[in-house]
């Protein structure tokens, strides 16, 4: 995979690529079986938050009234607009975001629905394994205590209350889009991918840092504006880089603690998170005994960011260790469901970032994987999806050679005794 599409290739490959053929073109070469029901689930990774749209809808966009930049494009500029969408990501009405239960084209989940004949889109951006399991089994275990998820995201005032409202609002559109609520979506699948991990420890660990630092530095002017800056954006990955980039390069004796604050809420977020995903799982296949289930792995936000040339500390290693270890939980759940597997997304490439020149509000949405990305994570999970498969057919024939086994044992027995 590339991170930036090269100004070598054509426009014309360009236009091939992103606009005339669109999920054909990347359509995932797949052997396996044919699903009834695809049921995807999730927060933005899951939603395709920050896929580029094709050229033919940037031209359609920029011919809104509303729309303040690259008015009246034609198809050759939005061509060129749409190609270099990887290197450049400063046009957000040109990329999708995620919202209410929105389709997304050439996202992994579009990717994967073509080998399913229904298709129900359940990931919504910014949602944990908890608003998941309380659409299920209506426990809302929820790490944090402070309601800080729910007044930054969910746009309540933080209360469990408010949020399960807000839940309910959720389920009742779910049920108005696709006929079925989540309950009954997890019912009527034979294929569910499952997305979450990085909102409900990495984001929220963040979150929770910002909130003691803005008690903090109170009176600090430069990490006042970071702050407020982040809590007019929601953009609480550019917020945590600028003030730990602040820290390094002006306050480095607070530092450590910063990085200490951090760890201790990376590793209780991590305890909730498992906890809830353990649950979800118990939820799922008592509903759905023999449905597939595709975890899709977790990968590390941080790749391609690093605070600067003159600070040698990269993000993307203090969250190694922890994006490691919720690998290899979601992994480990492959020895208890037969019809599980996970599927391995560290290799995801996420959107350049560079720390002197990214803006508010736009670095939320680098962290999101690519459209190429889109493409290896949908490779990855149908080629989980078919070791489920081969998985099923060798427990089967495993059985029925064991069922020969002991019949062929009860012969001998019987000829034993008549001897």
């Known amino acids: 995979m590339k991170t930036k599409m090269k100004k070598a290739v054509s426009l014309l490959l360009a236009a091939a690529l992103l606009a005339g053929l669109g999920g054909s073109a990347l359509a995932t070469q797949y052997t396996g079986r044919n699903y009834d029901t695809y049921l995807c689930l999730g927060d933005s990774i899951a939603a395709g938050c920050a896929v580029p749209k094709t050229a033919d809808e940037a031209v359609e966009i920029s011919q809104n009234p509303e729309t303040e930049t690259h008015k009246d494009m034609d198809i050759q500029k939005a061509t060129e607009v749409m190609a270099d969408y990887d290197a450049s990501l400063n046009y957000v009405e040109y990329m999708y975001h995620g919202y209410n239960f929105e389709v997304v084209p050439r996202a992994y989940h579009s990717l994967v629905a073509e080998h399913a004949d229904t298709f129900i889109q359940g990931a919504v951006s910014g949602t944990r394994a908890v608003e998941l399991r309380y659409l299920l089994d209506g426990v809302y275990n929820d790490p944090d205590k402070g ?126 998170f498992k906890t809830n995903y353990a649950a979800i799982l118990k939820d ?29 500390l990269k993000l993307d290693a203090l969250m190694a260790p922890i994006i490691k270890d919720l690998n290899l939980y979601l992994k480990s759940f492959q020895g208890k469901y037969s019809t599980y597997q996970f599927a391995d997304c560290s290799g995801v490439e996420v959107y350049d970032m560079d720390m002197s020149s990214i803006g508010n509000g736009d670095f939320i949405t680098r962290v999101h994987p690519t459209l190429e990305s889109h493409q290896y994570m949908a490779d990855q999970i149908l080629a989980a999806a078919a070791r489920t498969q081969q998985s099923s057919s060798s427990s089967t024939a495993i059985n029925n050679n064991y069922s020969k086994y002991l019949d062929l044992l009860k012969k001998l027995h019987t000829r034993a005794l008549s001897w």
């Open 147 to 272: 309601g800080f998820w729910g007044r930054s995201v969910l746009g309540t005032d933080g209360s469990v209350a408010q949020n399960c409202a807000v839940l309910d609002k959720a389920d009742s559109q779910l049920k108005g889009i696709y006929g079925v609520n989540m309950k009954e979506a997890v019912e009527k699948a034979d294929l569910i991918t499952i997305n979450y991990g990085s909102n409900d420890v990495l984001s929220l660990s963040m979150l929770h840092v910002l909130e003691d630092l803005q008690k903090e530095y109170r009176d600090d002017a430069v990490v006042s504006q970071i702050l407020s800056q982040y809590t007019q954006s929601g953009d609480v990955y550019l917020a945590f880089a600028k003030v730990l980039q602040y820290e390094a390069t002006c306050a480095a004796n607070k530092v450590n603690s910063l990085l200490s604050n951090f760890a201790k809420n990376l590793i209780s977020a991590s305890i909730a």
């Open 284 to 312: 799922i296949y008592a509903m759905n005994p023999d449905v597939t289930v595709v975890s899709v792995g977790i990968y590390n936000p941080f790749s391609q960011m690093k605070l600067s040339d003159t600070i040698d």
